[in-house]
């Protein structure tokens, strides 16, 4: 084999030269070419902002909405219940401050009342509390 060295040897000249001071004017003749009016540009987040700010009213709404709908529904009237425990556990009223509070038709309605008390109820309440003379004072 044969001994190769590069410097030796003559090269080939390229078919390609680049003209003189090419690469100077290189950016100024790529400026002179380019159009002269800027296209507008439109933001991706322009787009999106109409669509985040619908959901976000509407996840307020879904939210806002049952919150309302309880308030607005809730009525004023106290729940039969709670009234009786607030007035069996409050040592400052008594059945006279009570029957001074009722109008004629609540007695009316007391009064049409049927309540039925088998006697063996009667004999179990009995029977069952201690405080007989409260209820024979009474």
């Known amino acids: 084999m044969k001994e ?3 410097n030796t040897n003559p090269k ?3 078919g390609f030269k680049t003209p003189d001071d090419f690469f100077d004017k290189f950016s100024a003749n790529l400026l ?3 159009p002269k009016n800027e296209p507008k540009t439109i933001s991706l987040f322009q787009k999106k902002k109409t669509i985040i700010m619908m959901v976000a ?4 709404l879904a939210l806002a909405i049952p919150t309302l709908i309880k308030n607005a529904s809730g009525s004023n009237e106290i729940d039969t219940v709670t009234l009786e425990n607030y007035l069996s556990y409050q040592s400052n009223v ?3 401050d009570l029957i001074n509070e009722l109008d004629e038709e609540d007695i009316d309605n007391i009064n049409n009342t049927n309540i039925v008390l088998e006697d063996k109820t009667i004999e179990d309440i009995l029977i069952n509390n201690n405080n007989l003379e409260h209820y024979i004072i009474e």
Do not use: D, H, M, R
């Not at 009213?57 to 307020?60: D, E, G, Q």
């Open 4 to 6: 190769f060295k590069l």
């Open 12 to 14: 080939i000249e390229s």
């Open 32 to 34: 002179e070419q380019l």
């Open 57 to 60: 009213a509407v996840f307020v």
């Open 94 to 96: 008594n059945q006279y």
